[in-house]
C-alpha cells in the first residue's frame, strides 16, 4: 500500500512527516529534517531544491528562488513593495498570477513550490526504500496553510500538491496542526491560543478542546509578516551603514546569510557580530556589533504588530486574555526571546516551547492524514474560514454571505434576478474579506450565470450557492428556481490557475520525469560530496590539527588537500560518475585523519576533559 | 472553486445508496445505515433533535454540535462513495449553520420568525421607520449629534465633545438594557406557549419581530454615537500631532 504524508511547506523550510503506528515522526535525510524551501535552475537546466539550493542563493542568486509562499495566490500588485531586495524578477498582468523569471524561464508560484513538494515526496520515498517497504511511493499527502491563507492561496497550495503528483487529501491550518501535534486533548480540556510566526507569515488560533474536538474558536493573522521582515530590517541596516554602494543581488545573499547568523546567534547570546567576508561585491568586507537589545528595539515594532491579530481573535472568540488556559509557540521566529516574553506577558503564563517550533506542524499533519485514512474517531478538528466570503453588490458594496470565523464546512446561499428584460447572462463576483467596498476586499473570482430564461427583468429567481468545504477552499453552484434550470458557471479565479494550466502543468511535470531522474542522481552526488567536503574542511580547522600532524604519514596532509581541492573542481560537473570518483578518493585520503582525530578526542575525554571541549 | 458541487435534487427524502425511503429529520438511513443526503430537511432545531423553544443550554447545545460533528465530518468519509461524501459534506455544512444560529439568542429568535413563516425583521423600508417605543430618544439624541458635529468643525476641544457623547450615549444604553430584558420575557412566554392557541402564539410572533426591530434600530443609533466617537478621537490624535507608529 502506498504511503500517506503530512507536509509543513514553509516560506523558509519545509518538512514531511508519517505516522508509525500511531505516533507521528518527522522523516531526516542525514539528521536533517528541513528541506529549505529554495528552488534554483542551473546552468545546464538542472532543478536544484533545498540545502543545494540554498547554497546557490550565494553562487547564483539570479538563479535561485527563496520564499514563494509569499507569491501563493497572490497578484502583482500585491507584492511590488517585496520585489525591490528580491534576486529574482517578477511580473505577471495586473489582476492575474504572478509569474517568476529565472534563468530565462517563467515559473507560477505553484510550479515552484511543486518543486519544493517533489524533493518532499522524494525524501521520504527515499526513506520508506530504506525501510525495506515493497512499496514506497508516497502518493497523497495532507499540506499545511497559514491559517490566515485566503482562498485564492489555499487553491495554489493544493494546486502546487497536485502539479507535484500529490493528490492532496486535505489542506489543513498549521497552528491547528501544531495543537494536534501536541496532542493537548489528552492533557487538558481548556481553552488554547496557538500563536505561529513562522518565516513569512503570523497566525493566531483559539481553540477549544474537548472530548478529542478541537474547535477553532476564531483567527486572525497577517499573511505577510514573519521571520523575512526581521531579516530585511536587519539587511536594510546593514545596506544603511555600506551607504553609497549599489546593491546588487549577490551583496543582498551575502548579507542576508550574515544577519541571519546574527539572528539566530541573538536566540542565546546577549551580543554578536554582523560578519561579511570580503569578496568581489564588497572589497573590504563588513562588520558590527549587536546587541540582543540593538536587536529587540529593531523589532519591536513587527512584534508589535501580532498583537492586533490576537486581540481581535480574541474579541472574535469572546475571549479575554485570563481566559486562555495554554497557550502554545509554533514557527521558527519563536525562538526570539522578545516574541516568547511578549507572549508570557499577554496571556500570563508561559508558552509551551516542548515540541521543536520547526517540526510541529508537520507532526500534525502527518497525524491528520493518518485520521483520514485509518477512519479513526478519537481526534476531530472544527477549523473555520478566516475570512468572511461575499459578493459584490449594486454600489461596489460587499454583501457578506459566509461571515469570518464560521466553521468549515460551511455553506451560504445567495439570490439574484435581472435587471433588464429578457435578460440570460448575470455577472458575479466573488470577493473574500471584511472591508465594506468589493474593490478594498481579495477578488476570488467573477463568473456569469448564463442560460437564464427570458423573462420580465426582476422575474427570474436564482440561487447561487456557496460551498466551502473542509480543507477552507469554495465551490459555486447555481439554479433558476422558477424553471429549476440548472445554471453554468465558468469561474475564472482572480489569482489562480485554470483546470486547464493545473493538467499542463501536471502533464509537463510527468514528461519531464525522466530527465528529473537523471537531474536528481546528479544532485544527490553533489550532495554527497559537500557533505563529505564540509567534514573535510571542519578536520582542517580542527584546533588540535597542528598537534596530531606528528602522527600522520608525511605528505597525507597535501595528499588530502589535493583531493579536496580536486572535488570541488568537478562540483559543479555534469557527470555524476566524476563527482563520484573524486568523492571516494577524498573519503578514502582523509579516513585515517578522522580516526587520529576521533581517538585524540577519546584520549582527551577519558584524561578528564569533556569532549564538548575538544 | 475548480470543483463546482452537484445541485442537490429537491425532492428526495430516500436513501440515495439503498434507494429505501427515510423520514425527512433521519441523519443515517434506518435500512442500511449510510448518511443520507441533506434533500428536504426540517428546521435547525428538528436537526439537533431539540424542540421549538428559545431558552436553551448551551452546554447542551455544544454537546449535541460535537456528537454530531464526530458522526457527519467529511473527514470520517473520506473512503466513502461520492454521494456519501457529498452527504457528509451538506450535512456537517449545515450542522455547522445550525450550531452558529441557535448559539446567539437574537440569530435563535431570527430562526423561529422564518420557521414560523414571519416575513424577516430586516426589511429596509421597515428599519427606517423610528419605532413608536424610541421616538423620545431618537429626537433626542439626532439633536444633539447635529450640535456636536457643528461644535467640531467650528473647532470646539475634541475631549470637552466627547464627554457630551457619552452622556447622549446614557439613555440609548438604558434602552438597549430595557429591550433586552422584554425580548427575554417574549422568549419566555412563547417556551410557555405549547399549548396555546393559535392566535396567541402568533401574537408572540409578532411582538418578537417588533423586538427585533426596535433592536436593529437602537445597534443602528449606538453604531452612529460610537462613529462620532471616532472622528473624535482622530481629530485628538492629529492635535496631539504625534506620527503613528504605525509600520505597514
Known amino acids: 500500500m502506498s504511503h500517506v504524508v503530512g507536509i509543513d511547506l514553509g516560506t523558509t523550510n519545509s518538512l514531511v512527516a508519517y505516522v508509525k503506528n500511531g505516533v507521528p515522526e518527522v522523516i531526516r535525510s542525514s539528521d536533517d529534517a528541513l528541506v529549505p524551501s529554495v528552488v534554483s535552475i542551473g546552468e545546464d537546466g538542472t532543478i536544484f531544491v533545498g540545502r543545494e539550493a540554498q547554497r546557490r542563493l550565494l553562487t547564483a542568486p539570479s538563479r535561485t528562488v527563496y520564499s514563494v509562499k509569499r507569491f501563493m495566490g497572490r497578484g502583482i500588485d500585491d507584492v511590488r513593495d517585496d520585489a525591490s531586495l528580491l534576486p529574482f524578477t517578477i511580473g505577471g498582468e495586473p489582476g492575474g498570477v504572478i509569474r517568476i523569471g529565472i534563468a530565462g524561464r517563467e515559473f507560477t508560484p505553484p510550479e515552484i513550490s511543486a518543486f519544493v513538494l517533489k524533493e518532499l515526496k522524494h525524501r521520504a520515498e527515499e526513506f520508506f526504500r530504506a525501510q525495506g517497504e515493497f512499496d514506497f511511493e508516497v502518493d497523497r499527502a495532507v499540506i499545511t496553510v497559514p491559517a490566515y491563507f485566503n482562498d485564492a492561496q489555499r487553491t495554489a497550495t493544493r494546486d502546487a500538491g497536485r502539479i507535484a503528483g500529490l493528490e492532496v487529501l486535505r489542506i489543513i491550518n498549521e497552528p491547528t496542526a501544531a495543537s494536534l501535534a501536541y496532542g493537548l486533548d489528552k492533557r487538558n480540556r481548556g481553552t488554547i491560543a496557538v500563536y505561529d510566526l513562522g518565516g513569512g507569515t503570523f497566525d493566531i488560533s483559539i481553540l477549544k478542546v474537548e472530548d478529542g474536538v478541537f474547535q477553532v474558536l476564531s483567527t486572525n493573522g497577517d499573511t505577510h509578516l514573519g521571520g523575512d521582515d526581521i531579516d530585511n530590517l536587519l539587511v536594510q541596516m546593514v545596506l544603511a551603514d555600506i551607504a553609497g554602494s549599489a546593491s546588487p543581488a549577490e551583496l543582498i545573499q551575502v548579507i542576508r546569510k550574515a544577519v541571519i547568523q546574527a539572528k539566530l546567534d541573538l536566540s542565546d547570546a546577549d551580543a554578536t557580530g554582523i560578519r561579511v567576508d570580503p569578496s568581489p561585491v564588497l572589497p573590504n568586507g563588513y562588520q558590527r556589533h549587536i546587541t540582543r537589545a540593538e536587536f529587540e528595539a529593531l523589532i519591536h515594532p513587527l512584534v508589535e504588530r501580532t498583537m492586533a491579530p490576537v486581540r481581535q481573535a480574541l474579541d472574535d472568540a469572546g475571549l479575554e486574555p485570563g481566559d486562555i488556559d495554554e497557550a502554545v509557540l509554533v514557527g521558527g521566529s519563536t525562538r526570539i526571546p522578545l516574541v516568547r516574553k511578549k507572549v508570557a506577558e499577554l496571556f500570563g503564563r508561559t508558552p509551551h516551547t516542548e515540541l521543536n517550533p520547526d517540526e510541529v506542524v508537520a507532526l500534525g499533519a502527518a497525524l491528520q492524514a493518518d485520521i483520514l485514512i485509518s477512519g479513526r474517531r478519537e481526534m476531530l478538528l472544527l477549523d473555520v474560514t478566516p475570512l468572511s466570503l461575499g459578493i459584490e453588490t449594486m454600489g461596489g458594496v460587499t454583501s457578506k454571505i459566509i461571515l469570518r470565523n464560521s466553521t468549515i464546512p460551511a455553506s451560504g446561499r445567495e439570490m439574484f434576478t435581472t435587471g433588464v428584460d429578457n435578460q440570460t447572462a448575470v455577472d458575479v463576483h466573488v470577493v473574500q474579506g471584511e472591508r465594506e467596498l468589493a474593490t478594498d476586499c481579495r477578488s476570488l473570482a467573477r463568473f456569469k450565470l448564463r442560460g437564464i430564461p427570458p423573462m420580465p427583468a426582476g422575474l427570474p429567481r436564482i440561487e447561487v450557492r456557496f460551498q466551502i468545504d473542509a480543507n477552507g477552499i469554495l465551490s459555486v453552484a447555481a439554479r433558476e428556481l422558477r424553471t429549476t434550470i440548472e445554471q453554468t458557471i465558468e469561474v475564472k479565479p482572480s489569482y489562480g490557475l485554470t483546470e486547464g494550466e493545473v493538467e499542463r502543468m501536471l502533464i509537463e511535470s510527468f514528461e519531464h520525469a525522466e530527465a528529473d531522474f537523471e537531474a536528481r542522481l546528479l544532485i544527490d552526488a553533489r550532495n554527497e560530496a559537500e557533505s563529505v567536503i564540509l567534514a573535510t574542511e571542519k578536520s582542517l580547522r580542527h584546533p588540535d590539527l597542528d598537534v596530531v600532524a606528528a602522527e600522520l604519514k608525511p605528505g597525507e596532509l597535501e595528499r588530502i588537500r589535493v583531493a579536496l581541492s580536486d572535488l570541488k573542481q568537478v562540483m559543479t560537473a555534469t557527470e555524476r560518475e566524476v563527482i563520484h570518483e573524486k568523492t571516494h578518493v577524498l573519503n578514502h585520503a582523509t579516513q585515517h585523519l578522522a580516526e587520529v582525530l576521533m581517538n585524540r578526542s577519546v584520549r582527551e575525554a577519558l584524561a578528564g576533559r569533556n569532549v564538548t571541549d575538544i | ?248
Open chain 2, 1 to 248: 472553486m475548480t470543483d463546482p458541487i452537484p445541485v442537490r435534487a429537491d425532492s428526495a427524502p430516500e436513501c440515495r445508496t439503498c434507494g429505501a425511503g427515510a423520514p425527512v429529520d433521519e441523519h443515517f438511513c434506518p435500512n442500511c445505515s449510510r448518511i443520507l443526503a441533506l434533500g428536504r430537511h426540517g428546521d435547525y432545531f428538528t436537526f439537533l433533535g431539540l424542540p421549538r423553544k428559545l431558552t436553551l443550554s448551551a452546554a447542551d447545545l455544544e454537546r449535541r454540535f460535537r456528537e454530531l460533528s464526530r458522526k457527519f465530518h467529511p473527514d470520517y468519509f473520506y473512503n466513502a462513495s461520492p454521494a456519501e461524501r457529498l452527504a457528509s459534506l451538506e450535512r456537517s455544512s449545515y450542522l455547522n449553520d445550525a450550531y452558529r444560529t441557535l448559539r446567539h439568542p437574537v440569530s435563535r429568535i431570527e430562526h423561529l420568525l422564518a420557521i414560523e413563516g414571519m416575513p424577516a425583521a430586516k426589511s429596509e423600508t421597515e428599519g427606517a421607520k423610528v419605532p413608536p417605543s424610541l421616538l423620545e430618544e431618537v429626537f433626542a439624541l439626532n439633536e444633539e449629534l447635529d450640535e456636536i458635529r457643528e461644535q467640531r468643525e467650528s473647532g470646539v476641544d475634541p475631549t470637552a465633545l466627547h464627554a457630551r457623547l457619552e452622556v447622549a450615549r446614557d439613555p440609548i444604553d438604558r434602552k438597549r438594557e430595557e429591550h433586552e430584558t422584554r425580548l427575554n420575557e417574549l422568549a419566555t412566554r412563547w417556551d410557555s406557549q405549547e399549548q396555546a392557541s393559535p392566535q396567541d402564539r402568533r401574537a408572540t410572533l409578532e411582538a418578537l419581530r417588533e423586538r427585533l426591530l426596535e433592536r436593529n434600530y437602537i445597534n443602528n443609533l449606538l453604531a452612529t454615537i460610537d462613529r462620532e466617537v471616532e472622528s473624535l478621537s482622530a481629530l485628538r490624535l492629529a492635535d496631539a500631532g504625534s506620527g503613528s507608529g504605525d509600520v505597514q
